[in-house]
């Protein structure tokens, strides 16, 4: 049985479309979710839907029994709040005996500066101290992180931050989450360490740029202090840790925190990850 946590997720979610694709029977996959409801429909394929909430962790270990395979997607949230949940999850996992957890990290989670990073040390470091046999799969970023609201950019002929000339070596959330259910459909995966990036690293500025290119509009990449664009993200209506992660990861991303580039994704999946100009057509065309 493989177990799949945060399913009505997009990663989650894409992740277990990728599980059946790869021809995991839909009974040998289960999900567990915050609300069972939204998962009617993956319910209704035949895939088992069981209640976890990160909150709560008596549901947990239920959730899990039986898991001989775990694909444990981050929680999102204050930094403080996701590392509680995070332990939680790697305490119920010890109790169900699960067999192999796959754990979404970030990018050189040991060494990466950007704040966000801390949550994934402190996980990684859970797994390792309750012995649970482990897969690390550190993902850079999906570049929907920043198509998701390009349209609204284009709109405005500008796309703002903190992020200077710095490079992110992106893939599309899809790549990662095909990658996820690879290793999960693998043999002989506990232990390894996943450096997983897109091909190519590319700037803001060249982010710009293309969606200039696919919509025909003109389209700027404006550079701003820290501060300054931390009150534009405020001003909107941003949550404050939002913002102070946000504003973080720019300042960090500069000074080359999610520049480089390796081979692991392109590797895992047998294929080139989807290039930037693919995603931004999809989110500008979509």
Excluded: C
């Excluded at 929680?75 to 192999?100: S, W």
């Excluded at 709109?155 to 992110?168: F, K, N």
């Excluded at 690879?182 to 996943?194: C, E, F, K, N, P």
């Excluded at 293309?210 to 405020?234: F, N």
């Amino acid at each position: 049985m493989i177990v799949v946590t945060g399913a009505t997720g997009p990663f989650g979610r894409l992740a277990v479309e990728h599980l059946l694709d790869r021809g995991v029977p839909a009974a040998e996959i289960a999900v567990a979710v915050r609300d069972p409801a939204r998962a009617a429909g993956l319910a209704a394929r035949g895939v088992e839907v069981r209640t976890a909430d990160y909150d709560r962790p008596a549901t947990l270990a239920p959730a899990l029994a039986g898991a001989d395979k775990l694909l444990f997607v981050s929680a999102n949230g204050p930094d403080d709040l996701r590392i509680t949940q995070h332990r939680a999850v790697v305490t119920a996992a010890l109790e169900a005996n699960v067999g192999l957890v796959a754990y979404t990290s970030i990018a050189g989670a040991d060494t990466n500066p950007i704040g966000l990073a801390r949550v994934h040390r402190d996980t990684e470091a859970a797994l390792a101290a309750a012995g649970l046999p482990t897969v690390l799969l550190r993902n850079n970023w999906y570049t929907e992180n920043y198509t998701a609201t390009l349209a609204d950019a284009v709109a405005r002929g500008a796309i703002a931050g903190s992020a200077g000339d710095g490079r992110i070596a992106s893939a599309a959330r899809t790549d990662y989450a095909e990658a996820a259910a690879i290793v999960l459909t693998s043999d002989d995966q506990a232990g390894r360490v996943y450096e997983l990036t897109g091909d190519t690293a590319w700037s803001l500025a060249d982010l710009a740029a293309e969606a200039a290119r696919v919509s025909g509009t003109p389209v700027a990449y404006t550079d701003l202090p820290a501060e300054r664009y931390a009150q534009i993200l405020t001003g909107a209506g941003l949550p404050g840790f939002v913002v102070d992660m946000l504003v973080d990861a720019d300042v960090k991303i500069s000074q080359g925190a999610l520049a480089t580039v390796t081979g692991d994704l392109s590797a895992l999946l047998g294929r080139p990850t989807t290039p930037l100009a693919e995603t931004v057509a999809a989110a500008l065309r979509g």
